[in-house]
């Protein structure tokens, strides 16, 4: 089969499919006595396929490596699947910045042009959540709790970003990698630091199937549990005494400027509703029951300016 028969079958040009032979997509079978390129009867199918993928855009590398059998069609639509998504994940988060940005005044524009910019690359900013959640807790603590700490405390970048979720994880990337940032409770705040943040996880896991189901009993499970993580602290009982004790400190807590009420407070806009438990997640984000338990606490409605430290 000659080029221009080629040509004529596929509605190609026949430019286009010499630049196929060349790279080698199109292998030649030889050349006519004139010199013309000639083609085996599966050039036809070959080419056919190379048309239909390149009419998905698919990059002439990706079908190179379908056609030399380095890779099969079912993992070249998988991997191209996998690439889009990922475009995909990028021009949304990307939107949502911008989103941020339009309509406000001109000095806030200023201060979340600053913000956003440290989160360009929103898995980059997750990974600096992450090293400064290992720089703030305990160094002694053992490895499964810091890990459970740090995936509760630490939300992934939002799937669907929107305005607010996208500025709410450039205000938590600020707080963890600016100058105020702060340490977690240690060894000589809390003795026993695997004690202390095992009953502040299980208190979560309790408190975000309570927010889930409604159960009263769950919510003052969850509670007690709390309460005696923090009651452990100083060789306390969980006394009425106390809890006004914890009250009054959860309460001093929530002054403007605190480090753990702005972080939780950018991390609940982030995460929103506690996300269902599982036994691969844990209890979930922390943030979310985190400030269902202060509320229960101090008696303090949570809205959006006012979500608790642990």
Known sequence: MGIGELAARTGLPVKTIRYYSDIGLLPESGRSPGGHRRYTADALSRLRLIQRLRALDTPIAAIAAVMTGERSLAELVTHELDAVQARLREATWRQGMLR????????????????????????????????YWHWALPADLPPRLARAVVEGAVPAPPDTPTAATVLGYAELHALATG????????????????????????????????????????????????????????????????????????RHGTRPGSFPLRYWRHALTVTGAPPPRS???????????????????SGLHLAGDQIPSP
């Open 100 to 131: 941020a940005l339009d309509d406000c005044p001109g000095p806030e524009r200023l201060r979340r042009l600053a913000l956003l910019a440290g989160v360009g690359r929103p898995e980059e900013a997750h990974d600096s959540l992450v090293r």
């Open 179 to 250: 100058d105020g940032r702060r340490r977690q409770p240690q060894r000589h705040q809390v003795g026993d630091v695997a004690s202390f943040y095992a009953g502040v996880v299980d208190a979560c896991a309790l408190a975000t199937e309570a927010l889930a189901t409604g159960c009263p009993a769950r919510h003052a499970e969850a509670l007690d549990h709390f309460v005696r993580a923090y009651a452990r602290v100083g060789g306390h009982d969980d006394t009425p005494a106390f809890r006004a004790h914890l009250r009054a400190r959860f």
């Open 279 to 297: 036994t691969a997640t844990g209890p979930g984000h922390l943030a979310a029951p985190l400030a269902a338990l202060h509320q229960r606490i």
